[in-house]
């Protein structure tokens, strides 16, 4: 079965701290693609990375950064320095390789709340 | 600004009522998707299309359709809307031309009630 789950319903953490949103995904494709989308209170989807399943090397982007792991099916995703701008729900979401298409399987989301 | 488009934006509806939701792109993605976000669910599938007059079926299709009859336009119809479909609407679409799929882009969402 494919599914991705983020166990974090919610966080919350105060300016300045460092969070982790987990991400653990389940598949039998051999390749396969993991997003991460962020949603802020305006609702719309904004897209933050994308790894496939051949390319396990971490990637840093300012203050974000993915840690990608085949070894614990695990995809999670780091703040550093956290900002109230970061306060948003945030997706990872699965890509199957063996999918014909760019249909996406979403994990449940995780709300992070950043308190000044 | 290219992208995509979803109209309305919100909708009160009463239940038993047909109702279409409407998504256009500008970006000339050959796929696109419709999707649902419900509070601890994510995003789900309703309906695909890879290619412009072929469609498909998502994880969660039931009182849905759709239809795919150029590359710009997906809309979404509920053919006698229940209140079990209120719900978040996401029109996305991603871009397979040059071998795989691109991330999704998605548009802004349509906010749909029904009563």
């Known amino acids: 079965a494919q599914k991705v789950t983020q166990a974090q319903t919610e966080i919350s953490v105060v300016e300045k701290e460092d969070v982790t949103l987990d991400c653990v995904y389940e598949t039998r494709d051999t390749t396969y693609y993991l997003f991460w989308y962020k949603q802020p209170p305006s609702g719309e989807l904004v897209f933050l990375i994308r790894?496939?399943?051949?390319?396990?090397q971490n990637e840093i982007s300012g203050r974000y950064s993915w840690n990608f792991q085949k070894s614990t099916s695990s995809f999670n995703f780091t703040i550093t320095a956290s900002q109230v701008v970061d306060s948003a729900v945030y997706f990872c979401?699965?890509?199957?390789?063996?999918?014909?298409?760019?249909?996406?399987?979403f994990g449940q989301g995780t709300t992070l709340q950043v308190k000044p | 600004i290219a992208g995509i488009t979803q109209a309305p934006t919100s909708q009160i509806l009463a239940a038993g009522r047909r109702m279409t939701l409407r998504c256009t792109q500008d970006?000339?993605?050959?796929?696109m998707y419709w999707y649902r976000q419900d509070l601890g669910l994510g995003l789900r599938l309703i309906h695909y299309s890879n290619t412009a007059g072929t469609t498909g079926k998502g994880e969660v299709p039931d009182g849905y359709s759709v239809s795919r009859a150029n590359t710009d336009d997906f809309p979404l119809t509920l053919a006698s809307a229940v209140p079990s479909q209120t719900s978040v609407y996401f029109c996305a679409s991603s871009d397979s031309s040059r071998g795989g799929h691109t991330e999704a882009f998605f548009g802004q969402g349509t906010r749909l009630t029904v009563v």
């Open positions: 970006m000339r993605h050959n796929a």
């Open positions: 790894r496939n399943s051949f390319d396990e």
């Open positions: 979401a699965l890509k199957l390789g063996s999918s014909n298409t760019g249909k996406l399987i």
